[in-house]
């Protein structure tokens, strides 16, 4: 950055308030809809994550739900295996992401058919050509349609003792079998391009163009953007990135920012989102996945909400803070509380483990509006808990 290039200075309020409109949080609806809303959804935000943890409904699910109040596990579903506008794939975890995106990341997918997988590295050819003989001549197939396995040691924790579900992840990794539906963690593995009903896959995404893609992903979803959040656990793309951000700074076409309280961090927005700096927020209430994109970074989270999360899961029980697993909750452009929930699905109940106050949440002059608020949308979220 030049001498020149003095960076806008932003208080926490407008950075939050920035960023809390970029991911689409500061709208009741800001998407409509149906599995349509669900689609655009994943196309705003570049990628939805999939986790196994389901005290709660798990955080794909809760995540669309924050922003498209209609959601209905129906929806993504539709997405994925009827309409195909998304897909999955890793980006800094297995997630959701808009199909129109999917040549980004044929890249990865090559390398991976060439060098494999560091946590698949025990497949064998003969397993990965069983499991692509199966699906080529019996169709998409779920791991238990596989009945006739040795079972194996595992070589991690994550890992599966099936031979076959290791060789149908490898294959997944490497672009020949894509995931056409999930019920739950069930997943059903079909060819890429049966799936798709391609005559030949897309062309694969210069590096330059992915380059690109993931500085226009982050803009989008972001609002303002630092090189970690661009790039997060992506540490080899960060070269890359700076030199286009440099090179767009200097046709004025982003602009840097200077974040209160962010020391010697860089951030960078474009000028157009600079304008709308220091609108309020709405009084919104949710009640947050901690694999919400607002969440997931917890340094920025840190930095833009003074809201240190904790994720307790693999904590041993007495030295939790927060819970088993702790939802952060905001209230209009503040995270007041973190609650840890349950959903008891046998007796069809919502169950509060423990509530924390915090940030403006501490206060405690502010806490009554604060608990009014939050426990009106605990009603809402108990009944998309148990909706079926």
């Known amino acids: 950055m030049s001498r020149n290039d003095k960076p806008v200075l932003l208080n926490k309020a407008a950075a939050r308030q920035i960023w809390l409109r970029a991911q689409r949080l500061d709208t009741e609806t800001p998407f409509g809809e149906g599995p349509q809303a669900t689609a655009a959804a994943v196309e705003h935000l570049g990628y939805v994550q999939i986790d196994t943890i389901h005290v709660i409904e798990r955080c794909h699910h809760h995540i669309l739900w924050n922003r498209i109040p209609a959601y209905c596990r129906a929806d993504l579903r539709q997405a994925q295996s009827a309409d195909k506008s998304v897909f999955e794939y890793w980006t800094h975890a297995l997630s959701y992401v808009p199909t129109r995106d999917l040549r980004f990341f044929i890249p990865a997918m090559r390398r991976h058919r060439r060098e494999g997988h560091r946590w698949l590295s025990s497949v064998k050819p003969e397993e990965m050509r069983k499991v692509m003989r199966l699906i080529r001549a019996g169709g998409a197939l779920t791991i238990r349609d596989i009945e006739d396995d040795e079972l194996v040691d595992k070589q991690h924790l994550w ?230």
């Open 159 to 388: 890992a599966s003792r099936k031979p076959s579900k290791r060789a149908l992840q490898l294959a997944f990794y490497g672009g020949a079998l894509t995931i056409s539906e999930r019920n739950g963690m069930l997943k059903t593995y079909e060819l890429m391009e049966r799936h798709f009903g391609w005559d030949k896959p897309p062309k694969p995404a210069s590096v330059r163009e992915i380059t690109f893609y993931l500085l226009e992903r982050a803009l989008r979803a972001q609002g303002l953007v630092s090189l970690d959040s661009i790039c997060h656990l992506d540490a080899p793309s960060k070269p890359q990135v700076l030199q286009l951000i440099k090179q767009r700074v200097r046709r004025k076409e982003l602009v840097p920012v200077a974040i209160e309280g962010a020391g010697k961090q860089e951030h960078w927005a474009l000028p157009e989102t600079l304008e709308t700096a220091g609108v309020a927020a709405t009084g919104l209430v949710h009640i947050l996945s901690p694999f919400d994109p607002l969440i997931i970074q917890r340094k920025r989270t840190h930095l833009f909400f003074d809201y240190e999360h904790r994720f307790e899961a693999y904590v041993p029980k007495e030295k939790r803070r927060f819970g088993y697993f702790a939802l952060p909750v905001l209230v209009g452009d503040e995270i007041v509380a973190a609650l840890d929930l349950k959903t008891d699905r046998r007796k069809r109940k919502l169950l509060l483990q423990k509530w924390n106050w915090v940030g403006a949440g501490a206060k405690k002059g502010s806490r009554q509006d604060f608990k009014r608020r939050i426990e009106q949308e605990l009603h809402r979220f108990e009944r998309f808990q148990l909706a079926e």
